[in-house]
């Protein structure tokens, strides 16, 4: 699979924020174009649990975002989640790839029913329709049977569910190397470079050769 030039990423409103910040931070290094998309929700979790603050006109975010990140000029392109004219509305302009993190159930509910009622649902209709990589990372516990059904059905139609649930066999010493495990993990799955991880095997592979 080859690694996408330009990366659809929509933040809903469920905890993990600090996920989805990292992951945009881990994009605009690799030097990917991002469509950033992020529900009303989102924006006050985002406030909750971190200590930043989205403006909230799209042309004032993306000039912040694009300042936090050091992106260079255009690399972020904020949408509001009622513009239908943004490329990841229709087939004929979305990127290849998007993922959605964290991923609220009641959006993963929307999308699994094929709702378009904004923009992040009707971008992740678009990916599903067109075949295209679609990501979403739900961050919820326990799951309800109707959560896991939703994942199964989106499943059964090639969507990668990745849950937020980091491991501890790299034996993370702070709260951001939990992060950088569930990013890296998505980073993976687009095929896109990361040094925060090693993938299974490496280590044991360079011990061995040492």
């Given at each position: ?14 905890s ?21 998309l ?37 690399q ?13 509305a ?13 991923c ?19 971008a ?11 990501i ?14 939703n ?44 040094d ?5 095997g ?9």
């Open positions: 699979m080859s690694s996408p030039d330009r990366v659809t990423l929509a933040m809903t409103g469920a993990g924020a600090q996920y989805g910040l990292r992951l945009l931070d881990c994009l605009v290094r690799e030097e990917r174009e991002v469509h950033f992020i529900s009303k929700a989102a924006q006050l979790v985002l406030a909750t649990e971190t200590d930043v603050t989205l403006p909230p006109k799209p042309q004032a975010m993306q000039q912040f975002l694009s300042e936090y990140t050091g992106a260079s000029a255009g972020i392109r904020v949408y509001d989640k009622e513009d239908w004219m943004a490329p990841a229709s087939g004929s302009g979305a990127p290849t790839a998007m993922v959605v993190v964290p609220s159930t009641g959006t993963l509910s929307a999308i699994a029913s094929g709702a378009c009622n904004n923009l992040i649902e009707r992740a209709d678009v990916a599903i329709k067109e075949r295209r990589q679609l979403l990372v739900p961050r919820e516990a326990p799951f309800s049977s109707i959560h896991l059904e994942m199964l059905k989106l499943s059964n139609l090639g969507v990668t569910i990745l849950p937020a649930s980091p491991g501890f066999y790299h034996k993370p010493q702070s709260i951001d190397d939990l992060i950088d495990f569930v990013v890296a993990r998505i980073l993976n799955c687009l095929n896109i470079p990361q925060m991880l090693p993938r299974w490496e280590q044991h592979r360079g011990s061995r050769d040492e």
